[in-house]
């Protein structure tokens, strides 16, 4: 079969740092992909991993460990307008499997 | 400007009654999916298309019909076996690859009357 799993509700401090968790199940997997969708909206594309490592896109950064089956979103200098959920997601051969999503809420 | 455009914004079904929602886009890209979104919940795949006149059943099929005539439009019509359509529907696009990024349109909310 083929499952992610991540965190259904992060809580955070403006300013701060939080990271998202993501473990995944599936066969034909070539890399993890991270959308944003808020309230309302279609999601966006953030980030993608097809190798093991850290990608860094400005205040956003994500990673995959293969040998795990495991990756995580790091979302740094967290503003109020990053009030959303996100996405992990599998990039099989044939289409892109979604996660559930994580809410993340900032505190001011 | 290159994108994906969903029509209606909104759509309300009467019971027993068939509906088609439209997703068009510029992108050039051969491949197109069709996900219903419930309040909470992510992404459940409906359908998808990796080229003109071929399209593969997702996850949740049952209950929905497409077709794909032509690469820029693959329009989802919610039959009346669907029983619980009430949902937010996203239409997605990507080029050919294992590695592409899917870029949505705003999607369409179905109402059920």
């Known amino acids: 079969g083929q499952s992610l799993e991540q965190p259904s509700e992060v809580t955070a401090v403006e300013g701060a740092i939080v990271q998202i968790n993501c473990t995944y199940q599936?066969?034909?997997?070539?890399?993890l992909s991270w959308y944003q969708q808020h309230d309302g909206g279609a999601p966006t594309f953030l980030s993608y991993?097809?190798?093991?490592g850290l990608e860094e896109t400005g205040r956003f950064s994500s990673f995959l460990s293969r040998s795990d089956s495991y990756g995580y979103l790091l979302l740094q200098e967290l503003q109020m307008k990053d009030s959303a959920s996100y996405f992990c997601a599998v990039n099989r051969d044939d289409k892109i499997i979604f996660g559930k999503g994580t809410r993340l809420h900032i505190l001011p | 400007d290159g994108g994906i455009t969903q029509s209606p914004k909104y759509l309300f079904r009467k019971e027993g009654q068939n509906v088609t929602l439209s997703c068009e886009q510029n992108?050039?890209?051969?491949?197109m999916y069709w996900y219903r979104q419930d309040p909470g919940q992510g992404l459940r795949l409906i359908y998808y298309s990796q080229i003109v006149n071929d399209f593969q059943k997702g996850d949740i099929a049952e209950g929905y019909s497409v077709s794909r005539e032509k690469k820029e439009s693959f329009p989802l019509t919610v039959t009346s076996a669907q029983k619980n359509p009430t949902a937010f529907y996203l239409c997605?696009?990507?080029?050919?690859?294992?590695?592409?990024?899917?870029?949505f349109g705003p999607g369409t909310r179905l109402l059920v009357l």
């Open positions: 992108l050039n890209h051969d491949a």
């Open positions: 991993n097809a190798l093991d």
């Open positions: 599936t066969s034909g997997f070539y890399g």
């Open positions: 997605a696009s990507s080029a050919t690859g294992v590695h592409e990024t899917q870029y």
